[in-house]
C-alpha cells in the first residue's frame, strides 16, 4: 500500500479490506463515462471530486449529493469542473457512488503521533466534528473495553440508545468498526509506517449497516523520525540492571576540590552523613586525598569497579574522564550542564553518549542533580529522610526533586528511591518507570516528564506490566507542544494533550497540574490501598467547623463524589451519643471543638465506630481546625483523637480509606504543632492534607484509579472483552 497514490475510491477498497463497509462506487474520467457507467449502480447517486490538489471536498464545492439520473450525474460533473476552487486543479477523475439513506453520523479518525505513535479518534460525525468537538481519543491499539469507553464517552452516546423517541442504533457495529480500524492487527497498526492520519468522516448507521460514506489517508510525512526501541528486559532483569544504580557498593566522584568546596565536595559529605559505607573514589589529577579520602588521578585508577559516579566538572572535559575499560564502571550521573544549549554542545553530548556505550557505561543526564535511595544510602539533598519508604519517582528536573524530596519529607512521605535524569540522553524515562514496576519495595510511582523520549514504549511498559501500579504523572512544558500541523479533521482536533489523556484512561496513570497535586495524590497511594470490587464515590466529611463542612461537601460535589445523608437508623445511633447543642450528625458530621473534647478526645472512637458498621462508606475525610483547639480549656484532644483514628482503622480493616486534614492558621506555634501531628499521623499511617479540598481531589484521582483497577481486574475474568495480547496477569 502506497498512501500517497489513495484517492477516496483506492482509501476506501483498503477499508473494505478490512471490513468496514462502504458504497458501491466507479471512477469516471469525465461527464460522458459517467452517464454511460452509472446505470450499473442504484440511485440516488453522489458524485465528488478526486483530486490531490483538492484537500477539502466539500469546502471546494466538489460533492453533489440526491442525484436520481445519469443525465443530473453528468451535469453535475460539468458544473462542478467549472468552479473556481477546482478548474485551476488537477483532476484524477469523478467518484460517482450509491448515496447511503440518512443515519446516525460518525466520524473514526487516527493519526500518527510523534512520541506515542498511532491514535485513534471517535466523535460526532458530519459538520458536528468540528462545531461541537464531541470527540475521544486512545492510543493503538486498542482492546474491545477501549472501544466499548469511547463509544461511552461521547456526549452523543445516547443517541444510540434512542434518545426522545428517536432510532436506536447498535453500539456492537460501532465497537467492530473501531477495532478493525486500531485494534492490534486493524488497519491503522497494520499500516502504521505508511500513514500519518485518517479520516472516515461520515460513517453513516443506516439500517443495519455502518457505512464509510467518505474517506481520506494522509501519507506519512517524509521527516517523521521513527520511535526508538528499547532493550526488553524481564523484571528480574531490570531490578539487576539498576541496583548498582540505587544499591551501589563503590561511588566515585569527579569534581571535588582541595581548594573550594564545590557541589562534588558536598556530595561526598552528604553521601558520609548518610551513612553509605561503601568505597568512596575521589578522582583528582593531583591530589593525594580530598575530604580526608584517598584520590586517584583518573577513573580508571579507581582500585576496583565502580558502580556509581557522580560527575561536576565541565562539559568539554567529561568524555575524556569516562573513556575507560568496558566493565570499569556501571552508572556516570552528569551534573554538569551546557550540552543541549548549543550545538557545539550538542555534538559533545552526543560523542558522550559514544564513549559511554563504548566503555558499556550507562548515564543519567547530563544536567540533573543526582539519585536518591535510602535504602542504599545514596543521596543528593542535605537532610533527607534516611527511613526508606514505598514511593519511586523518576524526574528530568534536578531541582524539582530536591523540593519533592524536601517538601515530601514533612508532608510524611517516604521513597524507595528517586532518580534525577535531565536530559535523558541514555537511560529514559521509561526504563526506571520499569524497574519501580518489577521493585517489591514501591508502592506507587511518581514521575515529572519534560520530555518522554518515547511515549510508545511507556504505554507499552504500563499495559504490559504484570504489576499494575498506581502512576502519578507531572508534566512539564505540556501546552508547549501546540496544535499539530494537521491536513485532516482528526489532526485539527488534536492539540498535543489528547496522547497524555488517553494514556490515563487506558493505564493505571494519574494526571496532575503541580508539585502539590503530585505530591498530594502520591501521599494518599503511600497509605491507601486500591479498592478492587467498587470504586471510591461515597464519603463521609467529619470535623469541627460548620462552614468548613458545608465548603467541604461542595468541594466533594464538585469532585463528583457524595457526601451524602445518612439513614435515619444510623442518625438514631449518633445522636444517642449525647452530644452538646450545636452538633450536626447527618452527613457532613459537625462536631464543635466542646464536642470533640468530650472524654478527652475518645469520642471520636464512638463516632467512627458506628460510621464503620452502620453507614460503610468507601472513604472517611476528616478535618480539624487547629487553632479552635487553643486556649479551649485544658483539654487538648488532637493526640488521642489520632490514636482513635489509629485503633478503629487497626480494628476495622483498610477498605474503608481515611484521610485527615489539619488546618492552620500558619502562625509559627500552630504549624510547630501541625508538624508534629503530621509525624505521629505518618507513623499511623495516616495522610494528612492542609484542607478538605485536598482530600476530595485526591479522594477523586484514587477513585479514577480504582476504576481502572477494576475494569483491569474484569478484563482478566473475562478476556474476550480485553485484546488478549495487551492484557496482563493481576498480581
Avoid at 476504576?707 to 498480581?731: E, F, G
Amino acid at each position: 500500500m502506497n498512501p500517497a497514490s489513495l484517492n477516496e475510491k483506492a482509501g476506501k477498497a483498503l477499508l473494505a479490506q478490512f471490513g468496514i463497509d462502504t458504497p458501491q462506487s466507479f471512477v469516471a474520467d469525465n461527464a460522458q463515462d459517467a452517464r454511460k457507467r452509472v446505470s450499473a449502480l442504484r440511485a440516488p447517486y453522489v458524485v465528488k471530486v478526486v483530486s490531490g490538489d483538492i484537500l477539502h471536498k466539500s469546502d471546494a464545492g466538489g460533492v453533489t449529493l440526491g442525484l436520481q439520473s445519469a443525465e443530473q450525474v453528468a451535469q453535475a460533473i460539468d458544473r462542478m469542473s467549472r468552479l473556481p476552487a477546482i478548474v485551476d486543479a488537477k483532476i484524477d477523475g469523478w467518484l460517482v457512488e450509491e448515496m447511503i439513506p440518512s443515519g446516525l453520523e460518525i466520524a473514526i479518525g487516527g493519526f500518527y503521533d510523534p512520541q506515542f505513535g498511532p491514535m485513534i479518534m471517535l466523535g460526532a460525525g458530519g459538520i458536528y466534528i468540528e462545531l461541537l468537538k464531541d470527540v475521544t481519543f486512545r492510543v493503538c491499539p486498542v482492546s474491545e473495553l477501549d472501544a466499548r469507553n469511547m463509544v461511552d464517552e461521547l456526549q452523543s452516546a445516547r443517541l444510540f440508545d434512542g434518545f426522545r423517541g428517536a432510532a436506536a442504533y447498535d453500539r456492537e457495529r460501532l465497537v467492530d468498526a473501531l477495532l478493525k480500524i486500531g485494534g492490534e492487527s486493524g488497519l491503522f497498526m497494520t499500516h502504521q509506517e505508511e500513514i500519518e492520519e485518517i479520516d472516515i468522516n461520515p460513517l453513516i448507521h443506516t439500517g443495519d449497516r455502518l457505512v464509510a460514506a467518505d474517506a481520506r489517508f494522509i501519507c506519512r510525512k517524509p521527516d517523521r523520525v521513527s520511535l526508538p526501541r528499547i532493550e526488553r528486559r524481564s523484571d528480574q532483569q531490570v531490578l539487576e540492571h539498576f541496583r548498582p544504580l540505587f544499591f551501589p557498593k563503590t561511588v566515585a566522584v569527579l569534581g571535588a576540590s582541595t581548594k573550594d568546596v564545590t557541589i562534588a565536595n558536598t556530595f561526598i559529605r552528604r553521601l558520609r552523613e548518610f551513612g553509605f559505607d561503601g568505597d568512596i573514589y575521589p578522582i583528582h589529577p593531583t591530589a593525594p586525598e580530598i575530604e580526608g579520602i584517598k584520590a586517584y588521578p583518573g577513573l580508571a585508577d579507581a582500585p576496583s569497579d565502580v558502580d556509581y559516579t557522580y560527575v561536576a566538572i565541565g562539559a568539554d572535559r567529561i568524555c575524556a574522564s569516562i573513556d575507560v575499560a568496558p566493565g570499569k564502571c556501571r552508572y556516570v550521573q552528569i551534573i554538569s550542564s551546557g550540552f543541549e544549549d548549543t550545538d557545539e554542545g550538542k555534538r559533545e553530548q552526543a560523542r558522550l553518549l559514544a564513549t559511554a556505550r563504548q566503555a558499556e557505561i550507562r548515564l543519567l543526564g547530563p544536567n540533573c542533580l543526582g539519585t536518591y535511595s535510602p535504602a542504599g544510602r545514596l543521596t543528593f539533598p542535605k537532610d533527607a529522610p534516611t527511613e526508606a519508604g514505598a514511593i519511586g519517582v523518576v524526574s528530568q528536573s534536578g531541582g524539582l526533586s530536591t523540593d519533592i524530596i524536601k517538601r515530601g519529607q514533612w508532608r510524611g512521605l517516604r521513597f524507595s528511591g528517586l532518580a534525577t535524569i535531565g536530559n535523558s540522553v541514555d537511560v529514559k524515562p521509561v526504563e526506571l518507570l520499569h524497574y519501580y514496576l518489577a521493585d517489591p519495595a514501591t508502592r506507587a510511582i511518581g514521575m515529572y516528564i519534560e520530555d518522554v523520549k518515547n511515549g510508545r514504549e511507556l504505554f507499552e511498559v504500563l499495559r504490559a506490566t504484570p504489576y499494575p501500579k498506581p502512576v502519578v504523572i507531572l508534566r512539564g512544558g505540556a501546552t508547549q507542544q501546540g496544535q499539530l500541523a494537521a491536513q485532516s479533521h482528526t489532526g485539527a482536533l488534536a492539540s498535543g494533550q489528547e496522547a497524555w489523556d488517553a494514556l490515563a484512561k487506558q493505564t493505571m496513570v494519574e494526571l496532575v497540574d503541580t508539585v502539590d497535586e503530585f505530591i498530594n495524590l502520591l501521599l494518599a497511594l503511600q497509605f491507601l490501598a486500591l479498592r478492587k470490587t467498587t470504586p471510591t464515590t461515597d464519603v463521609v466529611l467529619f470535623g469541627n467547623g460548620g462552614g468548613s463542612s458545608v465548603l467541604g461537601a461542595d468541594a466533594f460535589a464538585r469532585s463528583q463524589l457524595n457526601v451524602a445523608p445518612f439513614a435515619s437508623s444510623v442518625v438514631q445511633d449518633l445522636e444517642a451519643l449525647g452530644f452538646p447543642p450545636g452538633t450536626s450528625v447527618l452527613n457532613p458530621i459537625d462536631t464543635p471543638v466542646r464536642s470533640l473534647q468530650e472524654k478527652d478526645g475518645f469520642i471520636a472512637k464512638e463516632i467512627l465506630d458506628i460510621v464503620y458498621e452502620k453507614a460503610r462508606p468507601h472513604a472517611i475525610a476528616m478535618h480539624l481546625n487547629l487553632a479552635a483547639f487553643v486556649g479551649r480549656g485544658t483539654s487538648n484532644p488532637l493526640a488521642n483523637l489520632i490514636s482513635v483514628i489509629t485503633e478503629v482503622r487497626s480494628e476495622r480493616g483498610d477498605d474503608i480509606h481515611f484521610l485527615l486534614a489539619l488546618r492552620s492558621d500558619r502562625s509559627e506555634a500552630l504549624d510547630a504543632m501541625r508538624r508534629e501531628y503530621i509525624e505521629i499521623a505518618r507513623q499511623a499511617g495516616i495522610a494528612v492534607y492542609d484542607e478538605v479540598i485536598d482530600m476530595a481531589r485526591v479522594l477523586r484521582a484514587v477513585s479514577n484509579l480504582e476504576d481502572r483497577l477494576i475494569t483491569r481486574i474484569q478484563a482478566q475474568s473475562n478476556p474476550h472483552l480485553a485484546d488478549s495480547s495487551r492484557t496482563a496477569a493481576l498480581v
